[in-house]
């Protein structure tokens, strides 16, 4: 690798080199955690042959790389081991369904289990002698059956599992049972299904509370929970949900809201966010969630960097007070990481203030900040059933004056802003009430060229009357990942400044809004490295 590595994460999980993609049945194991991931040995990019890496840790911060858990070794999985889950059976006996590419090019459904169980790093893996155990069905395509779900135990004592798939133009998530977890049927209708969407992989289905931001495990199904089901979609790289409620005697779902393939759809995060997969703590009570988030440089870059791809934090995920959406919020873990700080109190930023934050060290930040807008008059009016907030961000950037914002943060920035990531808010009036947008403006975050510089937006679902506008930012040398009103709103950015890698970068807090308003408080804390071994021979401590 090039010794001279500007964008490799701190804090942030990535293997030491070469391509990672999606997170592979995490779990929580006698006081371990691991994360697998969709992992090329030979080299940066996406590979033709894809194995599961492997890695532990005690805190979700601090990584050893082990050995690959799965790599090709029967016809059921030749050609590659691609993404799959964990479960945790009765008796404390964790299973993983993954997907193999068969000797004829085919996707079918594996099983592994852990040789040793009273090892809790679990390093070796033994295949089940029977793969596969799902082999592709009559009437679906080869290349569109993958990806299966942590299972999940009915109140009759069978297994379920889900497999993402597309069946002629439907994308669906095909329903499997087992009394014995080896022997699977597919059942016969999927769990759900959508016309809109095209090919589903990844799907995740799992219970949260309705009351309380704990997590509950994944076979949990009683009036106290609703359901998620998660979807990737291989069309445009974004994981969309949906909350509804699971009859596990009739196997179906029923949802409050559907997949309609706008903006309108639900998010984990408006940003970059793929293949997600959660898992249930069971050492602290939560669900927590990880997502592959992808490069937005070219294939040059890759094969340069000698890398790509990185998780993003792992966050807890409950069911918002509302029950209409979900909530995510960074694990509590990470804050021991955060060292020097900075902090303002009751500072009012008059229009077009820039304020600096000094004394920590920008490319590695944790920042939380708290907006307190004066009584909203007239703003500028919008309806957000008829607008995409993405297409808002992009129309107007951090520069772009309105009454309320824009305002928020200049992340990875240069001293005269040349090269800035803009996490900001706008505050819109709306048929009855007002809106809150929430952007994340790349266009200014490099001078680098041919690298992807969306805009990103969401709103932000709270009242601005009531309620201040809060912002946590986790920036992490190439990755902004930002979670507005308490994790309400998400979005991961990625992101190659050139001039603040050279020099110095900075991070500021500004009002470009023509009214001023008040910073009530904020806190930045340089972070700290976190150990993710930077060579393969360097190792942990376990
Ligand atoms: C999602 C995905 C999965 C597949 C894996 C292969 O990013 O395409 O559907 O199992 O990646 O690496």
């Known amino acids: 690798l090039p010794a001279n590595q500007p964008y490799k994460t701190s804090y942030h999980f990535r293997p030491p080199q070469n391509w990672m993609n999606d997170p592979n049945g995490p779990m929580y194991y006698k006081g371990v955690y691991h994360l697998f991931y969709q992992y090329n040995p030979l080299g940066p990019l996406f590979g033709d042959i894809m194995i599961w890496g492997h890695s532990v840790s005690y805190d979700l911060i601090n990584w050893s790389h082990l050995n690959p858990a799965l790599c090709p070794s029967g016809s059921y999985d030749v050609n590659s081991c691609w993404s799959g889950s964990a479960t945790i059976l009765p008796g404390n006996k964790p299973f993983i369904l993954y ?29 089940f002698s029977g793969n596969p155990v799902m082999p592709t069905p009559n009437g679906v395509k080869g290349d569109m059956f993958r990806d299966p779900t942590t299972a999940w135990q009915g109140p009759d004592g069978r297994w379920r ?40 992989e990844c799907p995740d289905f799992f219970p949260v509370s309705i009351n309380g931001t704990n997590g509950v495990e994944t076979s949990v199904q009683n009036p106290s929970v609703k359901h998620v089901l998660k979807i990737s979609l291989f069309s445009n790289l974004h994981d969309y949900y949906v909350l509804g409620t699971y009859d596990p005697e009739m196997e179906t779902f029923s949802t409050d ?9 639900l998010r984990f995060d408006y940003g970059k966010f793929y293949a997600s997969k959660t898992f249930f703590d069971s050492g602290k009570n939560r669900r927590i969630l990880w997502a592959w988030v992808n490069e ?13 791809g990185v998780q993003s934090v792992p966050r807890r995920i409950w069911l918002d007070k509302s029950g209409k959406q979900l909530v995510q919020w960074p694990v509590e873990e990470i804050e021991t990481l955060r ?20 004394g920590i060290t920008a490319s590695q930040v944790d920042v939380e900040v708290e907006f307190e807008l004066p009584a909203l008059e007239e703003a500028e009016f919008i309806d957000p059933a008829q607008v995409d907030p993405q297409q808002l961000c992009s129309d107007k950037n951090a520069s772009v004056q309105s009454m309320y914002g824009p305002f928020g943060l200049l992340t990875l920035a240069t001293e005269d ?30 001078l680098k060229k041919d690298i992807d510089k969306t805009a990103y937006g969401a709103f932000v679902n709270i009242d601005p009357r009531h309620e201040k506008v809060s912002l946590r930012s986790l920036i992490d040398h190439s990755i902004v990942e930002s979670f507005a009103a308490g994790g309400r709103t998400c979005i991961t950015a990625r992101v190659y400044p050139v001039l603040t890698t050279e020099n110095e970068a900075h991070i500021y807090a500004f009002n470009n809004g023509t009214q001023s308003i008040v910073i009530s408080s904020l806190n930045a804390w340089s972070m700290n490295k976190a150990h993710l071994s930077d060579s393969e021979e360097e190792s942990f401590e376990l």
């Open 99 to 127: 997907t193999g590419i068969d000797a004829n090019g085919n996707q079918v459904q594996n099983l592994a289990m852990p040789e040793n169980l009273s090892d809790p790093l679990l390093k070796e893996w033994v295949k």
């Open 417 to 446: 802003l040349t090269e800035r990531t803009a996490v900001f808010f706008r505050i819109f009036k709306s048929p009855n009430n007002y809106v809150v947008l929430m952007c994340s403006d790349q266009s200014r975050s490099s």
């Open 296 to 308: 937005s440089d070219s294939t040059e870059d890759a094969i340069q960097k000698g890398w790509s």
């Open 339 to 358: 060292g020097k700080q900075v902090s303002i109190h009751d500072k009012k930023l008059e229009s077009g203030s820039v304020v600096k934050l000094s």
């Open 161 to 200: 599992v889900i497999v993402g798939s597309q069946i002629k133009n439907k994308g669906m998530a095909i329903l499997y049972r087992s009394w014995d977890f080896i022997r699977w049927t597919m059942f016969e209708h999927p769990l759900y299904s959508s016309e809109k969407t095209g090919m589903w």
């Open 257 to 265: 809201t559907d997949f309609e393939g706008t903006s309108s759809d």
